[in-house]
């Protein structure tokens, strides 16, 4: 949460509590429950590293199909033409 954030929610419930310690209070607590689920949110969130490793195995994965598919492509053309 943001400085401006936490200033407007405190504006906001001073106004309404007419106590500054009350709001003061109400604003400290919405931040750490804010802080709470951003971290956990965090916790699932995929980083670059973990992309990057993604796309790696991707990678290896498409080459090895596409050799695989082109070897099966070859043995068929192969076994067709000593066929005649």
Do not use: C, P
């Amino acid at each position: 949460m943001t400085a401006a954030q936490s200033l407007k929610i405190y504006e906001v419930l001073n106004k309404h509590f007419g106590d500054t310690a009350d709001a003061t209070t109400v604003v400290t607590e919405i931040e750490q429950i804010v802080e709470n689920r951003l971290d956990q949110r965090a916790a699932i969130l995929a980083t670059k590293a973990d992309v990057a490793e993604v796309k790696v195995d991707i990678i290896k994965w498409m080459v090895g199909f596409f050799i695989a598919q082109m070897t099966t492509q070859l043995a068929v053309l192969v076994s067709l033409l000593l066929r005649n």
